[in-house]
Antibody
Framework: EVQLVESGGGLVQPGGSLRLSCAAS????????MNWVRQPPGKGLQWVSY????????YYAGSVKGRFTISRDNAKNSLFLQMNSLRAEDTAVYYC?????????????WGQGTLVSVSS | SYVLTQPPSVSVAPGKTARITCGED????VHWYQQKPGQAPVLVIY???DRPSGISERFSGSNSGNTATLIISRVEAGDEADYYC???????????FGTGTKVTVL
């Protein structure tokens, strides 16, 4: 079964750090570009970051650039998001999502999400 | 920056047709996602009007260049969800999601 499972969320104080992980299974992870997308409570989807299959191309949303770092370990079928200098507005469910091969640049597989709460 | 405006809500009776717009000048190719409460989004339309494998043929899409539209025909209670459009903005190298539309089945 094709699957993405996020972990690493939790409660952190403003200014703190957190590292999210996304474990992939059921497909050749090294073949696919990946993304992080977040959703603040009761609000819409916000794209956060993109990484190409070989990590050669990386993009960030303006709101997280300079604070968040996306990375991957293809040998371990894992995607990561290092989040530093966290703010209250970073509070959200964070999803990892696979960029499809078959459907252009859309996201065809999503994890179930992990909640990050930034509060004192 | 890019803003994809969607109507906040659309209400439709069972068996009728729901239309959700996603507006922006020169919008480019649009993907659509369905998100039910407590669940991750699901891709329902890609490249304006194509359906991924496993998605009901009741879902279709169109794009006039200024406005993209998701069309849900013969609406069922199970279609009640939030719907988001998405594009890739090559000028800023960012993905952009629409503001989201809550579809309510009356």
């Amino acid at each position: 079964e094709v699957q993405l499972v996020e972990s690493g969320g939790g409660l952190v104080q403003p200014g703190g750090s957190l590292r999210l992980s996304c474990a992939a299974s059921g497909f050749d992870f090294s073949d696919y570009s990946m993304n992080w997308v977040r959703q603040p409570p009761g609000k819409g989807l916000q794209w956060v970051s993109y990484i190409s299959s070989a990590s050669s191309t990386i993009y960030y949303a303006g709101s997280v650039k300079g604070r968040f770092t996306i990375s991957r370990d293809n040998a371990k079928n894992s995607l990561f998001l290092q989040m530093n200098s966290l703010r209250a507005e970073d509070t959200a469910v964070y999803y990892c999502a696979r960029r499809t091969h078959d459907y252009g640049d859309a996201f065809d597989i999503w994890g179930q999400g992990t909640l990050v709460s930034v509060s004192s | 920056s890019y803003v994809l405006t969607q109507p906040p809500s659309v209400s439709v009776a069972p068996g009728k047709t729901a239309r959700i717009t996603c507006g922006e000048d020169n919008i480019g190719s649009v993907h659509w996602y369905q998100q039910k409460p407590g669940q991750a989004p699901v891709l329902v339309i890609y490249y304006d009007s194509d359906r991924p494998s496993g998605i009901s043929e009741r879902f279709s899409g169109s794009n006039s260049g200024n406005t993209a539209t998701l069309i849900i025909s013969r609406v069922e209670a199970g279609d009640e969800a939030d719907y988001y459009c998405q594009v890739w903005d090559s000028s800023s190298d960012q993905y952009v999601f629409g503001t989201g539309t809550k579809v309510t089945v009356l």
